[in-house]
C-alpha cells in the first residue's frame, strides 16, 4: 500500500454535523479539532520577528541554541538529565515525523508497527505509507516478534490515559525482546489533570527509572503546539537515542526537511520560558473545569482524561448519535471511531475553545 491508496480523510465526514451546529442561533462551538485559539506568547513572537532575516537555508540539525534548550528543557521540565545536542532533533511540526517515522528507520512490507487502541490515526498511516502492517495494541505481551516500531502515546489523544514509569519500562523491555524501536509521543505531557499527575511530571520514556540511563532504541517525541500556542509554527522535535537520530537527521536532509530559520528561534525562545507554559495551562484547567460537570449533567460519563487537551465521552450509545445530539446543541465534536473502528460508542471534545465558546457550550449542554 502507498499514498495512493490511503483512505479518504475520514474529518470530511464531519461536514453535515458542522454545517448543522453553524446553524444555532448563538453560533457554532467547535469543540472537535485540537486547534490552539488564544494568542502566541509575546516572548515567541519577538523572537520569530527578530530572526526574519534568514537568507541562508537553516540547518535541518538545528542551531545550537535550540538543540542546547532541547537538552536543558528535558532535564527541567521531563526530568531527564544527561543528553547531549547530538541527542535531539527539531522536525516540522510532529505530525509530519509520527507519519515518515518508518519510512526513516527504514521499514517495508513484513514489518509491523504498533500503536494505542486508542490512537491518533497517523501511526496507522505511516505504517501503510511504507507498506508496514500497523497492528492496534495496548498490551506488550501481545507485540508480535515482527515488530519494528512501537509507538505509545502518554498523555493519550483520544483519551488523556497517562503511562507511568512502570508502563513505560514494560515497554522498552518488550521493544528490546523483540529488537523494536519504542517511539514514545508526549506532547501534552505538560497539561496534567487528575492525581497524581496535578502535581507530579508525567514521565517521558526517557525517563532514568524507565531507562537506567540507557536511550537505546527509544525517542521522545514532542511538540509545542500545544503548551505554546505554535500549531501555526510546525515546531517540534525527537529526542533518545543518539544512532537513530543520526540516522533520521541524514535522511532528513536529503528530503529537505528543514525547519526554518526563524522558527528555530522562536522554538528556543518558547523552551527557555516556562511561565508562558504556566499561564496557558490555567486557561486550559478553567476550561475543563467548566466543560466537564456540564457534560456530566448532560448524562456523559467521562473516561480516562485525567491529562491532555480533550474529554473523551460516552453515553453508552451510537458515536454518531452522540455527534448529532451535539451538534443539535451547536456543538461539533469528534467521533471515537476516528481513533480506532472499535471506538463506536465514544466521542471527544476539545478544550481548544475560547472562554466565551465554552461557557456557552456548558450553558448549552445544561439548558437540555
Not at 89 to 98: A, C, F
Not at 134 to 144: G, K, L, M, N, V
Not at 231 to 254: E, N, S
Amino acid at each position: 500500500m502507498g499514498v495512493a491508496d490511503l483512505a479518504d480523510y475520514p474529518w470530511d465526514a464531519m461536514a453535515p454535523y458542522a454545517a448543522q451546529a453553524r446553524s444555532h442561533p448563538d453560533g457554532i462551538v467547535d469543540l472537535s479539532i485540537g486547534s490552539p485559539v488564544d494568542p502566541t506568547p509575546e516572548v515567541i513572537a519577538r523572537a520569530l520577528a527578530a530572526s526574519t532575516d534568514a537568507h541562508a537555508y537553516p540547518q535541518t540539525v538545528g542551531t545550537p541554541q535550540l538543540r542546547e534548550a532541547i537538552v536543558d528543557w528535558y532535564a527541567r521540565r521531563r526530568g531527564v538529565p544527561g543528553l547531549t545536542i547530538d541527542a535531539v532533533l527539531p522536525t516540522i511540526g510532529s505530525k509530519e515525523l509520527v507519519a515518515l517515522l518508518p519510512l526513516l528507520l527504514g521499514l517495508g512490507p513484513g514489518d509491523v508497527v504498533v500503536h494505542p487502541v486508542a490512537a491518533y490515526p497517523t501511526y496507522e498511516v505511516g505504517a501503510r505509507v511504507v507498506g508496514a502492517t500497523p497492528i492496534a495494541s495496548d498490551d506488550p505481551t501481545q507485540w508480535p516478534q515482527d515488530t519494528r516500531l512501537i509507538w505509545v502515546n502518554s498523555p493519550g489523544n483520544p483519551d488523556g490515559a497517562v503511562l507511568d514509569a512502570a508502563a513505560l519500562r514494560v515497554a522498552r523491555e518488550r521493544a528490546r525482546e523483540l529488537g523494536a524501536v519504542l517511539a514514545s509521543d508526549e506532547c501534552y505531557a505538560e497539561l496534567g489533570w487528575d492525581a497524581p499527575w496535578d502535581r507530579e511530571t508525567i514521565p517521558s520514556a526517557l525517563d532514568p527509572r524507565v531507562t537506567d540511563g540507557d536511550n537505546t532504541g527509544i525517542l521522545s517525541v514532542y511538540s509545542l503546539s500545544k503548551q505554546s500556542n505554535l500549531a501555526g509554527y510546525r515546531a517540534a522535535f525527537v529526542a533518545g537515542d543518539t544512532a537513530i537520530i543520526h540516522g533520521m537527521l541524514t535522511a532528513r536532509k536529503h528530503l529537505g526537511l528543514m525547519p526554518p530559520a526563524p522558527v528555530q528561534a522562536a522554538m528556543a525562545a518558547a523552551l527557555r520560558d516556562d511561565t508562558h507554559v504556566a499561564e496557558q495551562r490555567e486557561l486550559y484547567r478553567h476550561r475543563r473545569e467548566l466543560l466537564r460537570p456540564a457534560v456530566e449533567e448532560a448524562g456523559f460519563r467521562v473516561e480516562r482524561s485525567e491529562a491532555g487537551l480533550y474529554l473523551w465521552l460516552t453515553r453508552d450509545e451510537d458515536a454518531w448519535t452522540s455527534v448529532e445530539w451535539f451538534a443539535q446543541h451547536g456543538i461539533l465534536v469528534g467521533p471515537g471511531v476516528f481513533y480506532g473502528a472499535q471506538h463506536t460508542r465514544h466521542v471527544r471534545l476539545s478544550l481548544t475553545a475560547t472562554d466565551e465558546r465554552i461557557a456557552a457550550a456548558a450553558h448549552r449542554l445544561r439548558a437540555g
